[in-house]
Structures are given as structure tokens and as C-alpha cells.
């Protein structure tokens, strides 16, 4: 294992963006910080800028105003990145498959690492979620 | 020299991405363009796909954090427009669950307004003191959010008896707990500072934008559906509609805090309802739909939401409207901006609860020379926290006036 | 304002070009020919202190029916005023000079019916201000009928054997 591999494994810095959801997961993944999942404890951190990221959690399905968006994220983004999709739109697009405007589920477009469906996932699910691509990772 | 600062699309604390290009001069604010869409999902055009039973379910992923009020807006149009009444039990019901989301997000927004002042403390107080609720909201309904609760006709589900009393033992503690936060709130000189007199929007604007819910009621503008257009069982209920004056940020916080007590008191109410009469119908059976129009009103906890649904006769809407308060009290902040500093943008944008607060990226650009500063959102909110420093570090000197 | 009175009052100022109905107590409808169009909402909002509230509009094929609806909150209806722009070309003026609060409300009318809102200050699409395809307004009848049809069922296998089949798209060290 490399040793960027390593340090990421002790504490994933992670950052989240929306394409397009209805603010569920992205309530959830907020209140995994708050104190009674309080995620901190374990080192995961919610990051502001993508540059310093390890872990990018991504909720809905991807809209075209947002596609272009999501992919210049991603490409910022400091490599090796873990993609966690969280959510039933993310995951398949869900209810809104058929939307005009929507161009399709996040795999499509990016690597993804994990899924995590539910509408929306409780946060022990994200958590789970988190911690099993950590453990990929050896 | 006006620059513009373009905040957004993506913020990464939380929500829809969403995007304000500020027109500064100096440290003033003089500008705004505001631009939005970034999570249209065709949801109006998808409706018109799905049968009279399905939309609730679609129109409740409109936003995560009014996911009753919507289908609460939606049952209504259609029950508007085949006139017809809910058992009684059923409409307390869905009292109990609207006001339970309305206590959880007014909750969520005083937390995240905490934290784009740099008080984290309130942040993680009131996101400890939400989790009852939801819990609550478990129990009553199967789900943290997205509830599935509503149909036309009625409502999915029953409150067990034997639940009623854990519901009130919540109510007990979150209303000691939002007493002494509330309190906290008022007393605390540097919120005073750094709120009071920020993003005045007065009563006569909300009514030209057409302002809705918490932020024009925090400019004296007296309106709420629950009261003025009553549905269901809210003309039976005894609540108080809470409104202030200055329409600052200060008290768009104080209009949600105590709005959480009345949405306490409702529940009590509605939960003895359900008590007393132990059973009873949850709701009516609709067999078809016939032509015609109908508009559904219900206070959703950012505002008024409005549903106007319009059939042919058929099994589905042939054209369905939504209007969430967030759209016109967005536009709002064309008003409430100007002439702020822009370490308030952040909070004055992020006061009317929009379901997207967006503070991700500022780039300053020098519309001379086309340089380019980016901002990441954390310099924002740093930007932010050092104001509020400043103003303790002043207040502790004694160099501002304290007021009790 | 009492509710006989409104409709009176509306009716006394502009006689013959509307049609004044009412569905049920607190639904009352007002329609309105095109060209009082803006005096009608300029009426209501600053003389009878209507509250506004949004607008809605319903595609028909001779033309697209345009709404707006003004509550009035201390007795407890909703007035609705209704008036039809015909095709092709729908054209109405905007009340968004009268009415600030209607600005962002007819931009989305525009971007969705294609209705053109004349003396509108700043008539742009309001969603999808940048990736929207020139000429795209995807709420038009006609529009409808060429929309992208559903996906197919299967489209959920492709897309799995995709993921799992074939090496993923990017590539991770």
C-alpha cells in the first residue's frame, strides 16, 4: 500500500456536492457531523474545497446544468479520489428517470466506488458506506 | 469601480447548488444577480406522467426538508377540486406530521444560520435538539424524511396509541430545550451585532416581491395560510401567528424560534384530538377524478406553498403547478443585499431559508482588469468569523454598547 | 375586501371585457380579455390590496391560458385572473412593471410555454440560463410529442453490465 493510500485510510477528508437532489441526503450527510453520529471522532472531515478532498460524496442525479460541473470537480480533484454515490437518485436516477432535464445517474459519467440507495439513506448507511470503501483500500 | 463576486454554484456544507454574482464596490454591496436552475429536474412536466396517486410521492422529492408540505398543497387542489372532506382524525393527522417537519426545519435553518456566523455551538445544539424529532417522525410515519404520509383523501397511516405518549415526552423536552436556546439566542450580544439592522427587508417590499412565511412575517407583513386560507383541521387548532417588525436578519432568527413553540402547542392539541377519539376512518376512498381545475394552499415552513392542479377527466394531471415560497423570496435578496458589506452576502442570502444557501466559491473579478480572486467557501465563512471576533474582541473592551 | 364588493368593483371598471365566475366560496374567477390585461392586475394588486401570489399556465392548442392568482388573506379566498394568448406567437404584455414580484414568474412562463411577455425588463429563460438548446421550450404542446421518449426497461442491465462488465471509465491508482 502506498502511503498516500495509508494516510487517507486514518482520515478521509470529504467532500460533497449535489446534482440536483432534494436536499434529503445532503441533510443526512450534514447531520453525520452533528453531535449524535458525530463522524469526526473517526478523523472524517467535511472538507470546503475539492482540492483537499479524499472522498467525494455525491447526492442526485445529474442534471445538465450541473454535468459540466461535476466533471470539472472531478478533475480537480487530487488524485486517488474514492466516489461514494449516496442515494436512489444518484445511484439510478430514481423517480426522476424520465426528467427532460435529467441526463443520467452519476456512473455514467465517473468512476464510482460505492453505492449507497435509499431516499434518503439514514446516516448510519452513509457511514457504512464510507467505511466499506475504506476498507477496499486494504 | 463596481467588481462582481460571483458565490456558487457549489457550496459544500450542504444543499442545492445555486448561484448569486454580487456587484461590489469597496466592501458594499450595490448589486445582485441572481441565477437559478441548477437542480431543475422537470418535475411539473414529469407530474403530468403520473396517476392522481403517484404525484404525491413525486412531489414530495421536490425538497427533502418540506417533503409534507408539498403533498399537503397537492391533496388539497385535487380535494379542492372534487370537493370533497377529510375524516377528522386524518386531518389532525396530517397536522401532526406538517407541524413536526416545521419544528425540525426551523431547527435545521437557526443551526446552519449559527453556522454562517461562526457559532458552531448553535449549529450543534440545534441539529442535537432536531434528532428527536425525526425520531419521532420514525415512529409516526416509517421514515426520517419523506414521509409517504399524505394521499388524497386522507392519510397512509394511523398513530398507534401506545406511541402518544413517547411524541409528548419529546415535546416536553424540546420545548425546555428551544426555551433556553431561544434565550440564548436573544441574550447573546454578538448575535444582536452581528444580525440586528443586516438585510432589513420591510413590510411594503415583501408585499411588492411577494414575500412569503417567516421572512415577511419577520417585516410585519401578516400573512399565513394556516390561518388566513384554513384547511383541515387548523381552524379547530388555537395557535399564534408570531410577527415582528425590523425585518433584519435578527429577527427572521427570533420569527422561527418562537414559531417552533406555537408548532408545539399545535401538536399538543392535535395529539389530544387523536386521544380522545382513540379510532376512526384515516381516510376516503377517491375513485376518478372528474374534469376541472383546483389550487391547494398550505404554510410551509419557508412560506406559503401553492398547487394548482388542472384534469381532464382522465388519471392524470394534464397540468400541474408547483410554487414553492423559496422562488419568491429568492428574489428577495435583489433588495435585502444592497448596500450590505460582503461578509454578510453569505447570511442575508442564506435568512430566507432558501433551499439553497450557496457560499461555495467567491471570485473577486476587476471588471478593468480582469483579474481574478477566488474565495473557497471556508475564506467566506472565515471572512465571516473574524467579523464576528471583531465584535467580540469590541465588546468585551467595552467599546460597544451592550444591550441588555 | 368583502368578496361582493370586489367583484362588483371589478366589474363596474372594466364592463364588458370580463367574465366574472365563481367555482366555490373561496374560488373566484375573473377572465379578462388581452388588452386590460395589465390595468386588471395593477387594479387588484394597488386598489383592492390583493396580496400577490404567482402565476400558472395551461398549454391548449388553439393557444396557451395564462393565470394569476391574487389572495386575499384577511377574508379568506383566492381571486384568480385568467386570459388566453393565442397561437401561434402567444403574446400578452407584462404586469412585471406593476408588480416586481411577477418578474421571475412570467420569465418562467417564457422559458417553458414560450409565451412572450411584451415590455418585460429583462425577458430571459430563468432555469436553464445556459445549457438550454436555443429555441427549446419544453412544455409546448407541440414540444411534448418530440420529447426524448421514456427510457427503454432494459436500459438498468445495460447500464449494470457496464459498470461490472467492462472496465469503468476512469481510472484509479
Redesign the interface.
Known amino acids: 500500500m502506498?502511503i498516500t493510500l495509508k494516510a487517507l485510510k486514518k482520515s478521509p477528508w470529504v467532500?460533497?456536492?449535489?446534482?440536483?437532489?432534494?436536499?434529503?441526503?445532503?441533510?443526512?450527510i450534514?447531520?453525520c457531523l452533528?453531535?449524535?453520529f458525530d463522524i469526526e471522532r473517526f478523523g472524517i472531515v467535511?472538507?470546503?474545497?475539492i482540492r483537499h478532498a479524499d472522498v467525494l460524496l455525491i447526492s442526485?442525479?445529474v442534471?445538465?446544468?450541473?454535468l459540466?460541473?461535476l466533471i470539472r470537480?472531478?478533475e480537480q480533484a487530487p488524485?486517488?479520489?474514492?466516489v461514494i454515490v449516496v442515494g436512489a437518485c444518484g445511484c439510478?436516477c430514481?423517480?426522476?428517470?424520465?426528467?427532460?432535464?435529467?441526463v443520467g445517474?452519476v456512473?455514467?459519467?465517473?468512476?464510482?466506488?460505492a453505492y449507497v440507495p435509499g431516499?434518503?439513506p439514514?446516516p448510519e448507511a452513509i457511514i457504512a458506506g464510507v467505511v466499506k470503501v475504506l476498507n477496499t483500500l486494504g | 469601480m463596481v467588481k462582481k463576486v460571483p458565490i456558487g454554484p457549489y457550496h459544500p456544507i450542504l444543499e442545492e447548488p445555486e448561484f448569486f454574482e454580487l456587484h461590489v464596490e469597496g466592501e458594499r454591496v450595490v448589486g445582485i444577480d441572481i441565477t437559478i436552475g441548477w437542480s431543475h429536474r422537470g418535475i411539473e412536466l414529469l407530474s403530468e406522467h403520473k396517476t392522481w396517486d403517484q404525484v404525491p410521492f413525486l412531489v414530495e422529492r421536490i425538497c427533502g426538508i418540506c417533503s409534507c408540505s408539498h403533498p399537503y398543497a397537492y391533496v388539497k387542489a385535487v380535494e379542492d377540486l372534487l370537493g370533497i372532506e377529510v375524516p377528522l382524525r386524518a386531518q389532525y393527522l396530517r397536522a401532526i406530521t406538517a407541524e413536526l417537519e416545521r419544528l425540525h426545519s426551523h431547527l435545521l435553518w437557526t443551526g446552519l444560520a449559527g453556522h454562517f456566523m461562526g457559532y458552531n455551538t448553535v449549529f450543534m445544539w440545534t441539529w442535537k435538539f432536531r434528532e428527536p424529532v425525526l425520531d419521532v417522525l420514525e415512529a409516526v410515519t416509517g421514515n426520517r424524511n419523506h414521509y409517504a404520509m399524505l394521499k388524497v383523501g386522507g392519510v397512509r397511516r394511523d398513530i398507534p396509541q401506545e406511541e402518544i405518549p413517547n411524541v409528548i415526552k419529546m415535546l416536553d423536552e424540546l420545548e425546555k430545550n428551544n426555551a433556553m436556546l431561544t434565550n440564548a439566542i436573544l441574550d447573546d450580544p454578538v448575535i444582536h451585532a452581528r444580525t440586528k439592522g443586516v438585510g432589513v427587508l420591510p413590510w411594503d417590499k415583501c408585499r411588492e416581491y411577494g414575500a412569503l412565511g417567516p421572512t415577511a412575517r419577520a417585516g410585519g407583513y401578516d400573512i399565513d395560510a394556516r390561518r388566513d386560507h384554513p384547511i383541515d383541521a387548523y381552524d379547530k387548532l388555537d395557535f399564534n401567528v408570531i410577527l415582528c417588525e425590523n425585518g433584519d436578519v435578527f429577527d427572521k432568527v427570533v420569527v422561527r424560534q418562537l414559531e417552533n413553540f406555537e408548532s408545539i402547542k399545535i401538536i399538543r392539541q392535535a395529539l389530544k384530538a387523536i386521544e380522545d377519539t382513540e379510532t376512526g376512518d384515516i381516510g376516503v376512498e377517491v375513485k376518478e377524478v372528474p374534469a376541472g381545475e383546483g389550487i391547494g394552499i398550505y404554510e410551509a415552513p419557508r412560506g406559503e406553498v401553492l398547487h394548482y392542479v388542472r384534469s381532464d377527466g382522465g388519471n392524470m394531471p394534464i397540468r400541474h403547478k408547483v410554487r414553492a415560497p423559496s422562488f419568491n423570496n429568492i428574489l428577495t435578496n435583489e433588495y435585502s443585499v444592497l448596500g450590505s458589506t460582503v461578509a454578510d452576502a453569505g447570511l442575508i442570502t442564506a435568512a430566507v431559508d432558501p433551499c439553497y444557501s450557496c457560499t461555495e466559491r467567491m471570485g473577486f473579478v476587476d471588471t478593468r482588469t480582469g483579474e481574478r480572486k477566488v474565495l473557497t467557501e471556508e475564506e467566506l465563512i472565515k471572512l465571516s468569523v473574524e467579523k464576528t471576533e471583531r465584535i467580540r474582541k469590541e465588546i468585551s473592551q467595552g467599546k460597544r454598547l451592550r444591550k441588555s | 375586501m368583502d368578496k361582493e364588493e370586489v367583484k362588483k368593483r371589478i366589474a363596474e371598471r372594466f364592463g364588458e371585457k370580463v367574465r366574472i365566475g365563481e367555482r366555490s366560496p373561496e374560488r373566484v374567477y375573473v377572465y379578462a380579455e388581452n388588452e386590460i390585461w395589465v390595468d386588471l392586475a395593477d387594479f387588484i394588486f394597488n386598489e383592492l390590496d390583493a396580496r400577490f401570489d404567482t402565476g400558472a399556465c395551461v398549454d391548449d392548442r388553439d393557444g396557451v391560458e395564462v393565470m394569476f392568482f391574487f389572495p386575499f388573506d384577511k377574508e379568506h379566498y383566492y381571486l384568480t385572473i385568467k386570459t388566453f394568448a393565442r397561437k401561434p406567437n402567444p403574446e400578452l404584455d407584462s404586469i412585471s412593471n406593476v408588480i416586481i414580484g411577477a418578474k421571475w414568474i412570467e420569465r418562467e412562463i417564457f422559458e417553458m410555454y414560450e409565451v412572450n411577455f411584451r415590455n418585460h425588463p429583462d425577458l430571459r429563460p430563468v432555469l436553464r440560463a445556459d445549457t438550454r438548446p436555443k429555441d427549446f421550450y419544453p412544455a409546448k404542446r407541440e414540444v411534448k410529442d418530440d420529447h426524448e421518449p421514456p427510457r427503454r426497461r432494459d436500459d438498468g442491465e445495460e447500464r449494470a453490465d457496464e459498470v461490472f462488465g467492462k472496465p469503468p471509465k476512469g481510472k484509479n491508482p
Open positions: 502506498s467532500f460533497h456536492v449535489n446534482t440536483g437532489a432534494c436536499n434529503n441526503c445532503d441533510i443526512e450534514l447531520d452533528t453531535p449524535r467535511l472538507v470546503g474545497s442526485g442525479p442534471t445538465k446544468n450541473t459540466p460541473r470537480l472531478y488524485k486517488p479520489i474514492k439510478s430514481g423517480i426522476f428517470r424520465d426528467g427532460y432535464n435529467i445517474p456512473d455514467k459519467y465517473l468512476p464510482v466506488d431516499c434518503p439514514k
